[in-house]
């Protein structure tokens, strides 16, 4: 009886198709940080030559990704949100009224510190951006549900209570504290702190 050969078992190499799948997903993700970086860096409205240039990328390649800028800033709202959602659904460790909106507080401040410049370049855009201007309209509904969430019922039939406290815990008041006040992210969060408890001081 004649000895069968060996067979070796050979990887198959990946076709070329999945190969450019794979090259078109690196390339995406590069211009999504190559946006992320330009905002960081100061840069709130960078044009798509100047990401595809931090990127390292051609000029058709953003485009061929992104019809427009918008959807760019829409997939850099994404990413944001899957970021900071498990910090919001982090469950509360205080009991008390208080104790939960100084919880509020504080997870806000860092999640507005780290979304402050890429929010404000989205915001810039909203007015010439349907989609944008939802995504907007869309994380003040978030913001308001957040508050809500931790308001007794007798506080939040009190809608003009209420409405100041989302004002002064929402994004805008630590914008305004950050950038137009120049208060550094811990003076900024003890004010909205402070000002919260002013607000509530005559409440049961």
Not at 83 to 112: C, F, K
Not at 117 to 129: G, T
Request: no cysteine.
């Amino acid at each position: 009886m004649s000895k069968k050969p060996d067979l070796k078992v050979v990887p198959a190499e990946l076709p070329d198709s999945d190969g450019r799948k794979a090259r078109s997903e690196r390339n995406r993700e590069k211009i999504i940080d190559a946006l992320f970086a330009l905002v960081q860096k100061g840069d709130l409205d960078p044009s798509a030559a100047k990401v595809a240039e931090e990127a390292g990328v051609g000029l058709r390649t953003v485009f061929r990704h992104f019809e427009e800028m918008d959807g760019l800033y829409r997939e850099m709202g994404s990413r944001l949100e899957a970021e900071i959602l498990p910090v919001v659904r982090m469950p509360w460790t205080s009991q008390d009224l208080h104790g939960r909106l100084n919880e509020l507080i504080s997870r806000r401040a860092s999640i507005y510190e780290r979304i402050m410049p890429l929010k404000i370049a989205s915001n810039l855009r909203r007015f010439q951006s349907d989609h944008l201007m939802l995504d907007y309209r869309r994380f003040l509904t978030m913001e308001r549900a957040g508050l809500l969430g931790i308001l007794p019922d007798h506080i939040k039939t009190d809608k003009m209570l209420v409405s100041a406290l989302e004002m002064v815990v929402g994004f805008q008041s630590w914008r305004r504290l950050r950038q137009d006040q120049e208060l550094s992210p811990d003076e900024a969060e003890a004010i909205i702190a402070r000002t919260a408890k002013a607000l509530l001081a005559d409440t049961a």
